[in-house]
């Protein structure tokens, strides 16, 4: 079992910059991928960046060069590092996890966090 939960989203100035957290309890943390994603209301959740268990990285192609994820497997924890911050970035950003170990996937999510980027 995985239990996720985000923090660190909040209300920012364009051009601005907030880091998000994904605290991880499990006992399986070093075996997960983890993934950001984010959804507007009425939209598709969508990739935002993924670390896998052995630290590479993949981000989309929207947030290249602004956003970066890593993780600290001593703390159970993935971070994205959100700069230069723009309106386009307002969403519920979602922490995802699977064991990237089994065959069947099955996704863990967080409950989300708001992050709003206005003047």
């Known amino acids: 079992q995985v239990q996720l939960v985000e923090s660190g989203g909040g209300l920012v100035q364009p051009g601005g910059s907030l880091r998000l957290s994904c605290k991880a309890s499990?006992?399986?943390?070093?075996?997960?991928?983890v993934s950001w994603y984010r959804q507007a209301p009425g939209k598709t959740r969508e990739l935002v960046a993924s670390v896998n268990a052995g630290g590479g990285t993949n981000s989309a192609d929207h947030v290249k060069g602004r956003f970066t994820i890593s993780r600290d497997n001593s703390k159970s924890t993935v971070y994205l590092q959100m700069n230069s911050l723009q309106p386009d970035d307002t969403d519920v950003y979602y922490c995802?996890?699977?064991?990237?170990?089994?065959?069947?996937?099955?996704?863990?999510w967080g409950q989300g966090t708001q992050v709003t980027v206005s003047s």
């Open positions: 499990t006992s399986i943390f070093g075996f997960l991928v």
């Open positions: 995802n996890a699977y064991d990237s170990r089994v065959r069947d996937r099955y996704d863990y």
